[in-house]
């Protein structure tokens, strides 16, 4: 397994404990009089977590090694990141339900209409909208991580989440549209085949059919030709 299948890993192995971290209100420490808390706990966990999800794709393009089972498990691993964060902070009463339960809805979608496009051939790239929000997404956590011990932070958090509701729906708009029109297209482009593949099939069939009669016709003519002059021989006297 490479370095970047590792980190990939990693990120998922980070999940847990990332939730642990955050639900749990009591784990602090204290370092040279600075106390240090949950939520700053969790955020840089949260940040590594996030760096090796930058690390990875930049290691994988640079080394040439991108793989199968990396292409796979990166977005899962964001996926689990990212729900797993938000779903922590609605324990933590920090965000809306229904705002997790959006976005997260939002991401079986996408997921869902790539998975689609795949087994008819097709690729949806990230696009640039898809990347902002996701930026956007690593911002807005971060806020929310740390408004959980500073309520002053908390209107900021809630704007920049708001933002990437926004982000989301709008690129899962945009994943839809590319989608349609790719599986779309091929679906009418493969029907045309199967229709045009049909007609040419039935053609020879009835090109088939005609001959097989005509030579059932052809067949019948010598046959009543002998017989006619079998018939016209009959009374003739045998030659000596």
């Not at 590594?48 to 498990?73: K, S």
């Not at 965000?95 to 795949?118: H, K, M, N, Q, T």
């Not at 729906?169 to 593949?197: C, G, H, P």
Request: avoid cysteine.
């Amino acid at each position: 397994m490479n370095i970047p299948n590792r980190l990939t890993i990693a990120r998922i192995f980070f999940v847990p404990l990332l939730v642990t971290v955050v639900v749990q209100e009591r784990v602090s420490f204290h370092f040279d009089g600075l106390v240090i808390t949950n939520d700053l706990i969790a955020l840089a966990i949260f940040w590594i977590a996030a760096a090796t999800d930058l690390l990875d794709g930049y290691l994988a393009r640079r080394w040439q090694q991108v793989t199968t089972i990396g292409t796979l498990l990166d977005p899962i691993a964001d996926k689990l990141l990212v729900s797993a964060a938000l779903i922590a902070l609605v324990q933590e009463k920090v965000v809306p339900a229904w705002l997790v339960v959006l976005l997260i809805g939002r991401e079986f979608a996408v997921s869902g209409l790539r998975s689609i496009a795949a087994s008819e051939g097709f690729t949806i790239a990230a696009s640039e909208l898809g990347k902002t929000k996701t930026a956007s997404q690593v911002l807005a956590i971060s806020l929310l991580m740390i408004s959980i011990h500073h309520p002053g932070v908390l209107p900021s958090a809630r704007f920049s989440l708001y933002l990437v509701v926004l982000f989301s729906l709008w690129s899962a708009v945009a994943y839809f549209v590319k989608f349609w029109r790719m599986v779309d297209a091929n679906i009418k482009q493969r029907r045309r085949t199967e229709l045009l593949t049909a007609d040419r099939l039935r053609r020879r069939a009835l090109f088939a059919e005609k001959r097989a009669a005509m030579m059932v016709r052809r067949q019948a003519k010598a046959e009543k030709k002998r017989s006619d002059f079998a018939a016209r021989t009959a009374d003739l006297p045998p030659s000596t």
